[in-house]
């Protein structure tokens, strides 16, 4: 009677209802605990499937094999040979493996290099097509002359386009440094009495995107269901849902309209709670949105790694340029001659509007998530996804002045109309850090624990509105 799994004689045989085999308890038992099953059928089996047998206790006789010094070492050979042949096979197996783990990153470095390829022969395509503009149409027939202009990359822009960017700009930038900061504007003081106030009934799952109007009462934002609220925070209520049908990304106001873009890569304008109009030219997402000083153009930045123009009062495209990364967010000059873009490559981009050139460009750790030019016309802070401080560049010196540290990942920063404060939003809490022009010196003002995802300032600086990166709505004022 030996046991099926040691092929010894068993100190505490018993026996499997399932096979009928016998073995050591100890043995079985720890298999059962392992496998569940019987070794020699594969059947399911438990301990109580296990019957002990009773035999009459004798000294189990030592295997004859042992018993002389020849047939040790005749044991002891075989045992030498045994482990010679799996040394010899695991040597095998480990010359297989390296060669196919040769061919497969011999494969993988092909595929890289057709990869690179193809991306080459893409930017040489948008490159040449940049310097083509096709004439004459099918059919000249339905009134046109067949004159339309192909659009594409560094498309220039019309004249009425330049003049209104280059008047905004001369209008703006000669009468910036003269204009005294408001009587009623919030002080330092004020910002640091800021107490919080939480809207539980206005929250949209994943929402990221947040707008507030001009009075500071109206907040737009909008989730990744399709939806996008306008709620009034004097009156605590919503007052219009919007219907997008698809995942808010950004959002802001033209006027008292509502502005949204969307992961499907259209744009919507809506009034009264209706959709008046829009554009649809993005192949990927829309990540961005951007309003012009003048009030008149609209930015908007995708993963097709574009920007796009649009003339608001003819509700129709302006230009779109192509960039070499994918766009992240996108906010104009406060004097309108230029745009700033964050790519997902962590770099950003400036450029000229009334070239579409590529003016100049800052290095940053990650994707660039927010950015916001400060009203001074010098300053642009950026925040980088994952990073716990936000960069202040200078624009003059092209360089970094100030490096504000928060301690988390930052979600959204925004400068307040006179350039004094900025806001940051990051997961560990929301900051506001203020400028003193006197003594040209930095100080944080305010730092709360609550969550933001994205912040907007509100009516002349006295309140913030966040986001508290679960699509909850909170003030601080």
Known sequence: MLCAISGEAPQTPVASLKSGSIFEKRLIESYIADHGTDPVTGEDLTPSDLIELKNARAVRPRPPTLTSIPALLSTFQD????????????????????????????????ALRVIAKISRERDEAREALGKISVKGGAGGGGGSNGDDAMQVDSESLPEGIVAKIEETQQKLSTTRRKRPVPKDWATAETIQSFETTEYPEAALPGSRALAVDESGDLALFGGIDGIAIVYSTSEKKTVYTLKCGGPVTSALWWDNKPVVALATGAIKI???????????????????????????????????????????????????????????????????????????????????????????????????????????????????????????????KMNVIKTVEVGSAVGGVRWDWTGQFLAVAAKGGVAVVGYNKGSKSWRELVRKAVRGSEV??????????????????????
């Open 270 to 396: 809506f009034e009264d709670g209706s959709e008046i109009g829009g554009f649809s030219v993005h192949a990927g997402a829309a990540t961005g949105l951007s309003l012009h000083p003048s009030g008149d153009i609209l930015a908007s930045v995708g993963s097709d790694k574009s920007y796009v123009l649009y003339d608001l009062t003819s509700m129709s495209q302006v230009t779109r340029v192509f960039t070499n990364s994918e766009l992240t967010c996108g906010t104009f000059h406060p004097d309108g001659h230029l745009f700033a873009a964050g790519g997902r490559d962590g770099q950003i981009k400036l450029y000229t509007l009334t070239t579409s050139s590529n003016s100049a460009n800052f290095d940053t750790p990650s994707s660039v998530i927010s950015l916001s030019f400060s009203e001074n016309g010098t300053w642009l802070a950026s925040a980088s996804e994952g990073s716990t401080d936000v960069t202040i560049w200078d624009l003059r």
């Open 79 to 110: 045992e030498w040979d045994a482990l010679a042949l799996e040394t010899y096979t695991l040597k095998q197996s480990l010359a297989q493996t390296r060669q196919e783990l040769s061919t497969a990153l011999y494969d993988y470095e092909g």
């Open 456 to 477: 907007a300032w509100g009516n002349k600086g006295s309140s913030l509105v966040l986001l508290d990166g679960e699509g909850g709505l909170v003030t601080l004022g």
